[in-house]
């Protein structure tokens, strides 16, 4: 198995929204796969036909496109493989590993009240009847699981974990209606697509007990398997609908970038040293499924802002300008034709203190305004005649400025200020004012460099033009 090379999977369930622990479980496996030069493949389980909707595949598929995590292979769609799974059931009733069972409801409801009074699994008397004395009825197909005896497994986040075969039933692998069980389509198309790592949440570690057995009882080697703890709330309880988000989808929506979610969420149960900020290739460099922690990890809001708004101040101001075109627009801001343009621009001015690319919208919105601005009541009551008289000086000198760079504007406003023998807080809150027509803005040489010269001088004349 250790010769073989690595390929991980992820296998959700179309339920309509891409769970957060979901999208740690592929980044693990994608992180794996990437670290040991592998494979990382993804396959619906979509054999709930109900909730198995073309949306509800949709948003898997958007999910991890949005974070990144992209299968090395095109997806394979669990329910278009139900033959292969009977095919197999057939191949472990060939090897005796699984047998018919031709209990009745009636038949099975009273062997449980039996079993459950001489504390025990439910066993079917066609175990070890022969397939001879078969009757004409309606059947499952069962695991023929060993009655003693111990299946080990030796989970690479768990440590080893012991399951008494005594305390497995004969699980169902077949329905009357020839339909394949979880379990069994687990194994059968793991193991054809070559599955080496199964890494996934632990609410399953009871299943890799049985899903051994399966192998087992198809001749195949099991996987290691990896289970991952449960992602909490920040209060340490199971994660709910109070914590908050829960989707990958709302995330997106809250104006998180993909990168910070990843830096995140690897931060979820795995962690190198003390670092907080890594990139992909560090975290693909240092990542080993050995290191992720047993125990649960906790959502914490205030570091995944403080990532994000590290990874904001590293993007490209073009791609931020598209996010942040799209906020605007679902926001319904008219936008003009240059605003993409208006946006790269001004974007590397305000995305300091911004958490979310929301935060760095709201930055934007005086660069988007158009001349001439609204101003409000509290901007016209600054506008006296004194100051209008002295932002038409200031004009002057500011359209005089060698260069429109912040060091050189900044100069030009210390020097009016003193040679107008007033402090720069006369001067700052109208010019801003002016400038921003009331929406947050940068400081005074921030927001002139980042309205740029023409529409800054512009600004300036229509609230020198106004009348009084
Ligand atoms: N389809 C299962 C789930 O969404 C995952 C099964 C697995 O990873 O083995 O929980």
Redesign the pocket.
């Known amino acids: 198995m250790s010769d073989r090379p690595v390929v991980t999977r992820i296998?959700?369930?179309p339920t309509g929204a891409m769970h957060i622990g979901?999208a740690r479980t592929a980044l693990f496996n994608w992180l794996y796969a990437r670290h040991t030069g592998g494979k990382f493949l993804l396959r619906i389980?979509d054999t709930d036909r109900e909730r198995s909707t073309q949306d509800a595949v949709q948003v898997i598929f958007d999910g991890l496109a949005w974070l990144g995590l992209e299968s090395d292979e095109t997806p394979v769609f669990q329910a278009s493989r139900a033959e292969r799974h009977r095919v197999a059931v057939d191949e472990m009733l060939a090897r005796g590993s699984a047998y018919r069972d031709y209990m009745t409801p009636d038949e099975l409801e009273a062997e449980r009240t039996l079993a459950r009074a001489e504390g025990r699994v439910v066993r079917s008397p066609w175990r070890d009847l022969s397939p001879n004395d078969a009757p004409d009825r309606p059947f499952v197909v069962r695991l023929k699981c060993p009655l003693e005896g111990e299946t080990p497994i030796d989970d690479q986040v768990k440590g080893p974990v012991r399951f008494h075969n005594k305390d497995l039933d004969d699980l169902i692998l077949l329905r009357t209606d020839g339909t394949p069980t979880y379990n069994l389509a687990?194994v059968v198309d793991d193991h054809e697509m070559g599955v080496t790592h199964?890494i996934?949440?632990d609410?399953?570690l009871n299943?890799a007990a049985r899903q051994t057995l399966i192998y087992e009882g198809l001749g195949w080697t099991p996987p290691v398997w990896a289970h991952l703890p449960l992602i909490h709330g920040p209060d340490g309880t199971k994660l709910s609908k109070r914590h908050g988000a829960q989707a990958v989808s709302e995330f997106a929506d809250m104006g998180y970038l993909p990168e910070a979610m990843r830096n995140y969420l690897a931060k979820l149960g795995w962690g190198h040293g003390d670092d907080e900020i890594f990139t992909d290739e560090q975290a693909v460099g240092w990542f080993d499924i050995k290191d992720v922690v047993g125990a649960p990890a906790r959502l914490d809001w205030a570091k995944l802002n403080h990532l994000n708004n590290h990874f904001i101040r590293l993007a490209e101001p073009a791609r931020l300008a598209k996010l942040v075109a799209e906020i605007h627009r679902s926001r319904d801001w008219p936008l003009h034709d240059d605003h993409l343009a208006v946006l790269e621009h001004v974007i590397p001015f305000v995305r300091d203190g911004a958490k979310t690319t929301l935060e760095l919208a709201d930055a934007t919105v005086f660069a988007l305004k158009r001349r001439p601005l609204e101003l409000p009541q509290k901007a016209l009551d600054l506008l006296t005649e004194e100051t209008r008289a002295r932002l038409a000086r200031l004009r002057q000198a500011l359209a005089a400025a060698p260069v429109w760079e912040v060091p050189a504007l900044e100069a030009v406003n210390r020097e009016f200020a003193e040679s107008e023998g007033v402090g720069l807080g006369k001067i700052g809150p109208p010019l801003r004012a002016v400038l921003s027509g009331g929406s947050p803005a940068p400081d005074l040489a921030g927001a002139l460099v980042s309205l740029g010269k023409h529409e800054s001088l512009g600004r300036l004349d229509d609230a020198l033009s106004l009348t009084s």
Do not use: F, I, Y
Request: net charge negative.
């Open positions: 296998a959700p369930s979901t389980e687990v199964v996934r949440g609410d399953h299943n």
